[in-house]
């Protein structure tokens, strides 16, 4: 997992825009080993982690589940509930106590209709994350399963 961290919500969007998305947040905290979702749940919001640490993991039949990234300040938990059908590709459990900021996905969503730049540069900053998970997943699962694991140096 060498891929450079993405960028988080503060240094990806436009001034105007965080104020816009950060008007909508509500302040949340979660205790150590909360699970925040399962995969194949419904997207229904997402999170900006304020302080903590989240784990990203993906059911692998006949094993445990694989952890596929890490993420902490300033990084979004969650991108499913930008792209239909807004249901979970992984699942999220906090590994220390966390404390984060709370979205609603379909105000978001709405918001984002209503002014297209807006929904522009948020599609942007989340396809941006998303291929970086994708990455990163694929990464993860060839070291955890291929016989000669992903060929990356660690």
Request: glycine share 10%; with cysteine; hydrophobic share 40%.
């Amino acid at each position: 997992m060498n891929a450079p961290p993405t960028p988080g919500m503060m240094r990806a969007l436009p001034v105007e825009y965080r104020a816009r998305l950060m008007r909508m947040a509500r302040e949340v905290s979660f205790p150590q080993g909360a699970r925040l979702f399962e995969e194949g749940g419904r997207s229904d919001r997402f999170w900006i982690i304020r302080t903590g640490t989240v784990s990203l993991d993906m059911r692998v039949p006949g094993r445990r589940s694989a952890v596929i990234e890490n993420l902490g300040h300033d990084e979004l938990v969650g991108w499913s509930w930008l792209f239909g059908p807004h249901s979970r590709h992984l699942g999220a459990e906090t590994t220390s106590p966390v404390r984060a900021y709370e979205f609603d996905a379909v105000a978001v969503r709405s918001m984002c209709q209503d002014d297209p730049a807006l929904g522009l540069a948020v599609a942007q900053w989340v396809g941006d994350i998303v291929a970086h998970r994708l990455r990163s997943a694929r990464t993860r699962l060839l070291d955890l399963y291929a016989p000669y694991g992903s060929g990356s140096l660690h």
